[in-house]
DNA sequence: CTATGTAAAGATAATGATTCTCTTTTAGAA
DNA sequence: TTCTAAAAGAGAATCATTATCTTTACATAG
């Protein structure tokens, strides 16, 4: 489904401001800032006021269109891909990669339709996984 | 081990401020915000400057007294408890709860002892489970 | 017990990401 | 083509956090 359409889904105007935010999302695509956007936006775009990037991202977040990663440097990172996944967060740069095992989470998945958590209803989980990236 | 012994063997000074963050940390067990730990340390000190309470948590992040905790919403949280564990979020007040399950930790270490992540050396893992808490 | 060097605290300004307010523009339905 | 609500633009405001600089006090040694 391309994003005309899921605009349209998601009863949102179709916005020149709105088709580059999301072209910048799948463009930088390692879990960028908002100001990584605001920058790759910007080239296109000069006249793009800061404040429309971040209630683009906003509602994009607020529709399911976007998900929000955040890291412990305390700064906001968007992501296009909605798809259940884990992060690897290196300690040394900060670096996030994503991180997809099918097997894994049905082997967690699995565990949690045996062991129910008192009290509460799980809707999903993420694993982090903090470490180090190694040359290979 | 008791505060002042941990505070001595990481090389820091024993502070009457550093004590007061320690005791709220433990008394507000709920993940507070910097914020919540600057409320509650007014009480008793009434004169403690705010640039201080952030000195200390970060000192204490820095030297593994303390860990942050990242949410997809709000400010940098802070907890005490540094052993395995996951966290509960819920959906709709955002409320953080520890979870902790030996037998989880288990399968997933297990599986990572057998699944090398290419390019990445594991240090630690947490699970973030998000879903709503129920009335029991 | 006191002196002393240095780490830490205090006060407050600065920063920087994000949000708010208000005005103007525009997408898209009628 | 017109019209109206939604969205964009501009820039001020906010607010958590950090930085700077001065003062205070912990803790070691004498």
Redesign the interface.
Known sequence: MNIHHKLKEKGLKITPQRLVVMEAIFQLNNHPSAENIIEYVKEKFPNISVATVYKVLDIFVEKGIL??????K?VMRYEGYLERHHH?FC?ETHQI?D?H?K??DA??QN?FSK?K????????????????????
């Open positions: 998900k929000k990663v955040k890291t412990d305390d690897l300690d990669k991180f095992n097997e894994l082997i967690i565990y062991y958590i008192k009290d509460f209803e799980i809707k999903d989980f993420q694993l982090n996984i903090n470490g180090v990236f190694k040359a290979s």
